[in-house]
């Protein structure tokens, strides 16, 4: 037989990323998330932050209330710009636990063998190979494989408007003698 196929599939289980650029997008009001900041809604809706009271925190009237649990609530646009948003909110409500799959690389290959005829060939070769074709995973992201650090670095994990790993193919002939 002539043909050649081969792939490679790639997989990680577990790992956290920074997916900042989702927190940005909910600062902007372009999630799902926060939608009613975007549509302008920004006081039909209220949000209560989870957590209690800081130490030393007073009522209206002056009563401690720290350690109790929270009941301020915030209006879509505070909520969204501070708390759940990249303008100094809390960035751990965009670390994301990520699995992923993908089909890393795929080859097909056919060899045409010559071996008798006189050419001074013996065989050719036409191969084409295409990368990163196919991605399965639970993050929110582009690419969970994105790096804020660039390719070079051993960095992962920061997610701030990357851009994703490309998708490539390539032909290839060769031929021996």
């Given amino acids: 037989n002539n043909w050649e196929l081969s792939f490679f599939f790639d997989f990680r289980k ?21 939608a009613e900041n975007r549509d302008g ?3 039909d809706q209220v949000y209560l932050v989870e ?18 649990q929270n009941s301020t609530y915030l209006d879509a646009y505070t909520y969204f710009r501070t708390v759940v948003g990249d303008a100094g909110g ?4 965009f670390v994301e636990d990520v699995d992923w ?9 056919y060899r045409f063998d010559f071996s008798d005829k006189n050419w001074g060939v013996e065989y050719l070769n036409l191969n084409f190979t295409a990368r990163n074709l196919w991605l399965s995973t639970n993050y929110k992201g582009v690419d969970p494989e994105t790096s804020l650090t ?28």
């Fill in 14 to 34: 577990g790992g956290s990323i920074w997916n900042g650029t989702y927190a940005r997008l909910n600062n902007f009001g372009r999630t799902s998330e926060s």
């Fill in 41 to 43: 809604g920004f006081n």
């Fill in 51 to 68: 957590g209690v009271y800081a130490p030393g925190t007073t009522d209206g009237q002056g009563n401690d209330i720290s350690g109790q």
């Fill in 90 to 93: 809390a960035a751990e409500a």
């Fill in 101 to 109: 799959v993908r089909l890393r690389d795929l080859s097909l290959g």
């Fill in 150 to 177: 660039g390719a070079g670095s051993n960095i992962g994990g920061l997610d701030y408007f990357n851009n994703p790993g490309t998708r490539s193919y390539m032909f290839g002939l060769s031929f021996g003698f």
